[in-house]
């Protein structure tokens, strides 16, 4: 369908201007409308366009050949109406259906049908009719575009039902739709042309079409608004998780340093008393001695703390990880069971910024953890890598920034993790072994010290199938010196 002044030039093409004439509508609008028709048939076309304008109220039809944008000439079946729904505009309305295809001129739309068609056709949701049996009947544009289909792929479908994606939503939407007469704002997924799917809101209304009882669909795609919504949501909980263990680190901060005051004035005493002692008071001297040890393993906890709330001093330096995990590998093998098998990599390259005896303490911390996740054996596997993080992968890591780093990884194929401990892991104190074995304090010090390297922590575990902390330290360039490791600790 084509709108035309009284002159004859174009103001307004549908879109299936293109699939019949293959010309795009914008490439229509400003054209004189004779300059397409055949020479032999212009005299003709003037005359029906001429008698059109003169009698309103008379649709004129004809056959015509107009030229097609890919050469040669295509014979429509042509009726011009001079009337339209909108006052004050005088135009004709010039609707054409392919002749050569055996369509006859009164199967050409009525005028009065025309203001519903033109609606149909540019709605921007995707409009459709199918009879009970799943015959399409009629479509727009839009229904085409989200699924990547075709006009003709369309039609080649003899069941619109199959472009659900899942029969259980087939079944229930037309269960609800013949129970209730129709189904609102009903979410489902459709199926696209490359089997991916895709979130639709669907209106699904019982109709009466062509004088048989059919089903008129209303389909929107919402795929970008749940896609947005779930992002919203991810990052919603990533802020909240961030502010809480923001809070946490500041608590967890002030009761270190109030304890480590405490403590001080225990250990200061202890030892004035000590030294107060005569060589015959052995076991008050006993007694003291077991007092400054557990002085010491308070004071121990507080550094884990400040660890944890990023207050410790750290001196971070290129160093080359894989050597570090060389010099560990014996203490390693001492924290580590015989009846679990140890296994140490590392890439070349692997230089990192970051402090020695704090990485050293964070690997250590894991290997005690993965340790104790395997009480009937299996494999600790540590690596050290360089990787290089896009902005493709930071959409699903929104916590991190791209970049080049270092990441060292310490896997287990112990009993893993569910879903509710791996959200609690980094909060201090909490832990899952039993009273007076572990003080919940090992993983967050490693998040507390990571993060106070500049660096990442991500860990991945699933119940039955182990755990894997990965550590991510920027990289430091191979033209950096490297600062010679710590020696290794008896």
């Known amino acids: 369908m084509i709108l035309a002044d009284e002159l004859g030039r174009i103001l307004y093409a549908n879109t299936a201007c293109k699939r019949f004439l293959g010309y795009r509508p914008s490439e229509l609008v400003g054209r004189l409308g004779f300059d397409l028709c055949r020479p032999e048939h212009l005299p003709r076309a003037r005359d029906a366009f001429a008698r059109c304008l003169a009698h309103p109220a008379t649709p004129i039809t004809l056959e015509v ?22 006052p004050g505009i005088k135009a004709v309305v010039v609707h054409f259906r392919d002749a050569t295809a055996g369509v006859s001129q009164a199967n050409l739309p009525d005028e009065r049908e025309e203001p519903h068609r033109v609606l149909f056709d540019h709605a921007p949701v995707g409009l459709g009719v199918a009879d009970m049996e799943g015959n399409l009947l009629a479509f727009n544009e839009a229904m085409l575009q989200p699924g990547g289909y075709t006009r003709e792929d369309m039609l080649g479908i003899t069941n619109v039902w199959q472009l659900y994606c899942h029969a259980p939503d087939r079944d229930r939407v037309l269960a609800v739709a013949r129970e209730r007469g129709f189904v609102w704002r009903e979410e489902v997924q459709f199926r696209r042309k490359d089997g991916g799917c895709y979130d ?89 001695a077991e007092l400054q040890g557990a002085a010491e393993r308070g004071a121990a906890m507080i550094r884990k703390l400040l660890g944890f709330s ?64 395997m009480e009937a054996g ?59 074995v572990g003080t919940g304090l090992g993983l967050p010090m490693v998040y507390g010290l990571v993060k106070q390297h500049h660096g990442y922590i991500e860990i991945a575990s699933e119940l039955g199938k182990g755990t894997t902390v990965s550590l991510y330290f920027p990289k430091v360039a191979q033209s950096a010196p490297v600062v010679p490791e710590l020696p290794p600790r008896s």
């Open 65 to 86: 050949d107009i030229s097609h944008r890919g050469g040669g000439f295509r014979s429509l079946a042509v009726k011009l109406v001079n009337r339209l729904p909108a």
């Open 200 to 288: 639709t809101l669907l209106t699904l209304t019982p109709v009466r079409f062509r004088d048989r009882p059919c089903w008129y669909a209303m389909v929107e795609d919402i795929s970008e608004r749940r896609r947005a919504e779930d992002e919203r949501l991810r990052l919603e909980a990533l802020l909240r998780q961030a502010q809480k263990m923001e809070a946490v680190g500041r608590m967890t901060s002030g009761i270190a340093h109030d304890f480590n005051n405490v403590l001080s004035v225990i250990m200061t005493n202890a030892e004035l008393m000590g030294s107060d002692l005569g060589p015959a008071e052995g076991e008050l001297r006993s007694e003291l």
């Open 310 to 373: 990023r207050r410790a001093d750290l001196q971070p330096k290129p160093i080359e990880l894989g050597d570090l995990l060389a010099k560990l590998r014996g203490m390693l093998r001492h924290i580590i069971p015989e009846d679990i098998t140890l296994e140490i990599t590392s890439a070349p390259g692997s230089v990192a910024m970051a402090d020695p005896a704090a990485v050293e303490q964070m690997i250590l911390n894991l290997a005690t953890n993965a340790r104790d996740a």
């Open 378 to 436: 299996g494999t600790v596997r540590i690596d050290a890598a360089p990787v290089v993080i896009d902005r493709g992968e930071t959409a699903s890591r929104s916590w991190m920034q791209p970049g080049e780093f270092i990441r060292l990884t310490v896997a287990d194929t112990g009993e893993g993790m569910n879903e509710e401990t791996r959200a609690h892991a980094l909060e201090p104190f909490f832990t899952t072994k039993p009273a007076g």
